[in-house]
């Protein structure tokens, strides 16, 4: 985001990959390295779009169109980037967010198999020239994610997708890794928590010295 003055650093992973995990790590290590920071996920980060969020991942009999999916994954990016990452990010505020529009690339183009010429489209319209700094995919292969995944209880309507979904999923994330090597860090998160963070460190430490 050149015209700004803030980093904007999203964080991706395949399902299962210890997202959390690490997000709260390189929260920690952005504060200690003094960022004024404000971190928020998608879909969510703002009242109208935590409603959205909802709708998106509570389970329905009913089902959803999937150009429904992705135009609600787009409405609640609107809200999010005109109410809080663009103004924090004028403000000289560093914004870590959870998940972006390289999801939408990987779960609604990857997964649900929409055309990603859409999907640019919706990002041009919604986003203007507006884009991540840095993206940290945290990578596993998807049966060991599923395995960590399922561990985890109650599934929500994307988990409850079959292996062949987050296959698409992860090489859609493989795709715009390739696509973007100037932005995208690929972690290898089938390795232990502390291997991961070591890794995650020197993708920050070595962003950090080039954005002081
Ligand atoms: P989370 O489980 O990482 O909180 O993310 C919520 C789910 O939403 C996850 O399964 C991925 C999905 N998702 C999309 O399908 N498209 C998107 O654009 C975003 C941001 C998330």
């Given at each position: 985001?050149?015209?700004?003055?803030?980093?904007?650093?999203?964080?991706?992973?395949?399902?299962?990959?210890?997202?959390?995990?690490?997000?709260?790590?390189?929260?920690?290590?952005?504060?200690?390295?003094?960022?004024?920071?404000?971190?928020?996920?998608?879909?969510?980060?703002?009242?109208?779009?935590?409603?959205?969020r909802e709708i998106l991942?509570?389970?329905?009999?009913?089902?959803?169109?999937?150009?429904?999916?992705?135009?609600?994954?787009?409405a609640a990016r609107a809200?999010?980037?005109?109410?809080?990452?663009?103004p924090a990010l004028e403000n000289g505020k560093w914004v870590l967010c959870d998940r972006?529009?390289?999801?939408?690339y990987a779960y609604q183009g990857g997964g649900r198999g929409l055309?990603?010429?859409?999907?640019?489209?919706?990002?041009?319209?919604?986003?203007?020239?507006?884009r991540p700094d840095l993206t940290i995919f945290l990578d596993l292969p998807v049966e060991a994610g599923l395995e960590r995944a399922r561990q985890?209880?109650?599934?929500?309507r994307f988990e409850t997708e079959d292996i062949a979904f987050f296959e698409r999923v992860r090489q859609a994330y493989l795709d715009r890794a390739r696509l973007l090597p100037e932005i995208y860090r690929v972690i290898?998160?089938?390795?232990?928590?502390?291997?991961v963070k070591h890794?995650?460190?020197?993708?920050?430490?070595?962003f950090l010295s080039h954005n002081e």
């Open positions: 985001m050149n015209t700004i003055r803030g980093k904007f650093i999203t964080v991706e992973g395949v399902e299962g990959a210890g997202k959390s995990t690490q997000l709260s790590y390189i929260e920690s290590y952005l504060r200690q390295a003094g960022k004024p920071l404000v971190v928020t996920r998608e879909p969510g980060g703002t009242p109208l779009g935590e409603e959205i991942l509570q389970p329905r009999a009913d089902g959803m169109a999937d150009e429904t999916e992705l135009l609600l994954m787009f809200e999010h980037l005109s109410q809080k990452i663009l972006f529009t390289d999801a939408t055309d990603k010429s859409l999907i640019l489209d919706l990002e041009n319209l919604i986003q203007g020239h507006h985890r209880g109650e599934l929500d290898d998160a089938s390795y232990t928590i502390d291997e890794q995650v460190n020197k993708v920050l430490d070595i």
